[in-house]
């Protein structure tokens, strides 16, 4: 679940929603600018040109969950409520663009259901990385059924995970985007390698004690798991 979540964290930095300021961020109420709108930092407006003309806008939330507002930047829309210091820097290539609403995943809601893949194929990475380490510790030949259902499991939630986040239709369904792989599954590798470089160092250092106190092999061997 944390690689899940860093995973999910990741993505909406990249599109520059820094952790600190998603806190609360869905409550919060702005202008809705005009479609035309562009974001400006040197206006005093950030180019929100609704609170231009009618000084009483305000009150709007973006419909984060339908996606029916995605075409907005949301630094104009919360111009007055988020400096711009607050916002991150955009580190997606060429700022990328949904392939259903046509909008930018940068500073838009589009970068929610992007970082909602990324959550997904993070629980399955680490799912994956959880499995293939169970096989390797099973070296008893008479479990042979168990290593091959386990590479059975692995290869199904590798396919499960392609599927949900790059079949047309499907991952709008289930609330995914098209990213990059690195996106989608680097992040939660990345934390969940931690966590094994650090399992294997604690049974590696167990191994080696219980050879200098002359444990009994077969005791050896359970200590393992």
């Known amino acids: 679940m944390f690689a899940a979540l860093y995973a999910y964290f990741y993505v909406m930095n990249d599109f520059g929603f820094p952790a600190d300021l998603l806190l609360g961020l869905m409550l919060k109420e702005g202008c809705k600018p005009a479609e035309a709108d562009k974001y400006?930092?040197?206006d005093s407006y950030k180019g929100n040109t609704n609170k231009r003309n009618s000084p009483d806008c305000g009150g709007d939330l973006p419909r984060w969950a339908t996606g029916a507002d995605s075409k907005y930047d949301l630094?104009?829309?919360y111009y007055s409520h988020i400096n711009d210091s607050e916002w991150g820097v955009c580190e997606s290539p060429d700022h990328e663009s949904s392939v259903y609403s046509g909008a930018s995943y940068c500073y838009g809601t589009e970068a929610l259901v992007a970082a909602q893949?990324?959550?997904?194929?993070?629980?399955?990475?680490?799912?994956?990385?959880s499995a293939l380490v169970n096989n390797w510790r099973i070296r008893n030949s008479q479990q042979d059924v168990t290593r091959k259902?386990?590479?059975?499991?692995m290869m199904e939630k590798t396919v499960l995970g392609v599927l949900m986040v790059y079949v047309p239709g499907l991952n709008a369904v289930l609330g995914c985007r098209p990213l990059p792989p690195l996106q989608l599954f680097l992040p939660a590798a990345l934390f969940y390698l931690t966590f094994f470089v650090f399992d294997t160092g604690r049974r590696l250092i167990r191994r080696v004690h219980t050879e200098k106190i002359g444990l009994p092999c077969e005791l050896e061997k359970v200590s393992q798991y």
């Open 40 to 42: 400006d930092p040197a």
């Open 75 to 77: 630094r104009v829309w």
């Open 117 to 129: 893949g990324a959550f997904f194929c993070g629980i399955l990475t680490t799912q994956l990385f």
């Open 149 to 153: 259902l386990g590479y059975w499991v």
